[in-house]
């Protein structure tokens, strides 16, 4: 094993370590927040309201991630309406349409997670809530969603890993990130096995990171469900 071109490459690890991280982290809080609307309308029973949202849920998460980032990347520039709009320099730039591919993506899976957890929300919960007074949107806001995302949670929990493999996808598209690294790095000493098992053990890292996250989050959001000592 040639440790020494790792050793020399690590800082162009850990350059890809910070754009992985960034890459993941801005695509899960834009597709968290587009999430919860689109949820919201595709737990609906009325079609026309639910419609589009589970056209955009099912396209998503029926084509590969690899497909709609090269549908953003390389086919958004053919059209030339869109090369003339304020929107270009977005659209031109990989890392832009890298992270718009990803935030999508995520939108739909976690759109689903969070549409499947309304529709389990216990019927009696609600009833309670609407006895007590509350509107429509104050029961949304206070009791079904709190309730949803405590429910999604381990759902959730594994669609961030999920998102975290998937960004490697990011390297395709000339992002150094941490499989973009892996990529420089063989490509200059011809070292696929050390190069990718390195990359190996950074993404390792981070989902035992993730995983101790999400530990801690539902270990006190389901503080309730524990058994108390008497």
């Given at each position: 094993m040639d440790i020494e071109a790792i050793v020399t490459n690590l800082p162009l690890y850990f350059e890809g370590l910070v754009t992985t991280v960034q890459l993941v982290i801005l695509s899960l809080a834009l597709g968290l927040v587009l999430a919860v609307p689109v949820g919201l309308l595709?737990?609906?029973?009325?079609?026309?309201?639910?419609?589009l949202p589970k056209v955009y849920i099912y396209?998503?998460?029926?084509?590969?991630?690899?497909?709609?980032?090269?549908?953003?990347?390389?086919?958004?520039?053919?059209?030339?309406p869109l090369r003339e709009s304020l929107?270009?320099?977005?659209?031109?730039?990989?890392?832009?349409c890298a992270l718009i591919a990803f935030a999508l993506n995520t939108a739909a899976y976690t759109s689903e997670i969070l549409r499947g957890a309304i529709i389990a929300t216990p019927f009696g919960e609600?009833?309670?809530?609407?006895?007590?007074?509350?509107?429509?949107?104050?029961?949304?806001r206070r009791v079904v969603l709190p309730s949803s995302f405590r429910r999604a949670l381990p759902a959730y929990a594994n669609e961030v890993i999920f998102m975290l493999h998937g960004s490697a996808l990011a390297g395709v598209i000339t992002i150094i990130d941490l499989f973009g690294a892996a990529r420089i790095v063989n490509s200059r000493h011809f070292v696929p096995f050390e190069?990718?098992?390195?990359a190996g053990v950074f993404y390792l890292i981070l989902t035992f990171a993730i995983i101790w996250v999400f530990k801690r989050v539902e270990f006190r959001w389901h503080a309730h469900l524990r058994q108390r000592s008497s």
């Open positions: 595709a737990s609906s029973r009325s079609l026309a309201v639910n419609f396209f998503f998460r029926g084509t590969p991630l690899i497909v709609q980032m090269y549908i953003i990347y390389f086919g958004a520039g053919q059209f030339e929107f270009w320099p977005i659209f031109k730039e990989a890392y832009s609600i009833e309670a809530a609407r006895a007590s007074g509350m509107s429509k949107w104050l029961v949304m190069s990718f098992i390195t």
